[in-house]
């Protein structure tokens, strides 16, 4: 199989990242990676989906790791996960890979060890360059569902149809349920049992970087990977609803200029110029001539440790650096003066972030389980919406009308191939029921 090959597959199955932003794993492909890192961290608190897939699908992960190679040229896979979490892989297959080219690697149980610029150090030991992209030294960094998404359309030609989600957080049990991209979240709390939402919020994702869920009309996208329950009251919902004309004024009127959240930023500390607190001076002062406090955003990941770990005023650099960083992006605006850090900083290893501080910082302590189940729910929904823009780059364009009858895996919309982008499939069969700027919606 060429790379070629490999891209026009991964393209017709719409294979995007399973979390954050969602870039087309096509255009990661590469005859320049050297060394492919599969991020198995899961380094938000409350997230199991990754960990499921690992459980039960790893051989699968080593198959689909080897074929990546073959085709890429590339030297080694390596999968980077907690040492905390390694009882939950197969003993066997962790024991073959001795001497082959997929090996598993023991991160620290830090926070954001899923961070792509922090597990590639972890794991390779390089410092990608700011503003640059793994491939620039040589790495691509890969998701585990998504892997395992390649191993269904090379297997198969699968395209991406299924979610796999965790439900937690303020509920008496936590499941990761596999559902229908599409399925409005409201009906698939309802399915799997987590009806009851009265004085509650949602996450979409983990607490840290996840946002609010709209439960009237948002659906599962290719990127959802957990729904997590708070009360309406507690500091992480709080703190997400908290106008942004607000935040800038706490911070204004509050700041101290202690440098904190530099201090401590991860990225920071792998050398990065990034400094979180000139940053908050100048938007929450209006300092709109100190330009490069502005442009530095851009190399924020939005990992939220400057707000939760660092600030002592209880303020929020997260929110605001992540403002800006949208702002920037959608006026075209970038940052020219970006360096490649030689070093990390010599405070780095007493400054990591420990899982552990991390959620009693949060306050969610207490909804920590011992044990997150993996369950088969049915979900049957009589409508799915398929979101024309679940990844980055140029949204999807539908490829069906309205009254078209549609199976389930059939395309029904698509980025044109030469564009950033991908394919949607119909998560269901039924009949094109409306087409609109936003969904495809498909009716049973």
């Not at 439960?215 to 609803?241: A, C, M, W, Y």
């Not at 200029?257 to 201090?263: E, Q």
């Not at 940053?279 to 442009?295: D, G, M, P």
């Not at 949204?395 to 059939?410: L, Y």
Request: proline share 4%; glycine share 8%.
């Amino acid at each position: 199989m060429t790379l070629q090959d490999l891209q026009k597959i991964v393209y017709d199955a719409g294979i995007v990242g399973a979390g954050g932003a969602g870039f087309p794993t096509h255009r990661k492909f590469s005859d320049s990676v050297k060394q492919i890192v599969v991020n198995a961290a899961e380094c938000e608190p409350l997230m199991m989906v990754d960990h499921h897939i690992l459980e039960k699908h790893l051989q699968a992960l080593v198959d689909t790791l080897n074929v990546l190679l073959d085709t890429m040229g590339a030297d080694e896979a390596i999968i980077g996960i907690k040492g905390k979490n390694m009882h939950l892989l197969d003993s066997k297959i962790v024991a073959s890979l001795a001497g082959t080219r997929v090996s598993i690697h023991e991160i620290p149980d830090i926070y954001p060890a899923g961070d792509e610029v922090v597990l590639t150090y972890e794991t390779t030991g390089k410092i990608i360059p700011e503003g640059a992209i793994p491939v620039m030294v040589g790495v691509m960094v890969i998701n585990v569902e998504t892997v395992y998404n390649i191993s269904k359309a090379l297997r198969n030609g699968e395209g991406v149809t299924e979610k796999y989600i965790t439900i937690g957080g303020d509920t008496k049990e936590d499941i990761t349920v596999k559902a229908p991209v599409g399925i409005k979240i409201r009906e698939l709390l309802e399915t799997a049992g987590f009806g009851d939402l009265d004085g509650k919020a949602v996450v979409n994702g983990g607490p840290m970087m996840g946002k609010l869920v709209d439960l009237e009309n948002d659906v599962v996208t290719k990127t959802t990977k957990g729904l997590l329950i708070f009360p309406e009251t507690h500091s992480i919902i709080q703190r997400k609803r908290m106008p942004m004309s607000m935040t800038l004024k706490r911070a204004s009127a509050a700041c101290c200029n202690c440098t904190m959240c530099s201090d401590m930023c991860p990225r920071q500390l792998l050398g990065y110029d990034l400094h979180v607190h000139k940053t908050l001076r100048a938007a929450s002062h209006s300092e709109v001539t100190n330009t490069e406090s502005f442009l530095q955003s851009a190399l924020c990941c939005g990992c939220g440790v400057c707000t939760v770990i660092a600030c002592q005023q209880m303020l929020d650099p997260q929110a605001i650096s992540m403002e800006i960083k949208g702002s920037l992006a959608k006026h075209g605006l970038k940052r020219t003066n970006n360096k490649a850090p030689e070093h990390v900083s010599p405070y780095r290893t007493s400054r990591l972030v420990s899982s552990s501080v991390l959620i009693d910082k949060l306050g969610i302590r207490k909804y920590v389980k011992d044990h997150v189940e993996r369950r088969d729910v049915a979900f049957d929904p009589s409508r799915v919406y398929i979101e024309l823009k679940q990844h980055v780059g140029k949204p999807a364009s539908a490829v069906v009308k309205v009254g078209d009858a549609v199976k389930v895996g059939q395309i029904v919309a698509a980025t044109a191939y030469e564009d950033l982008g991908t394919t949607m499939h119909a998560s269901i069969s039924g009949k094109v029921a409306e087409v609109n700027d936003r969904f495809v919606v498909i009716e049973r």
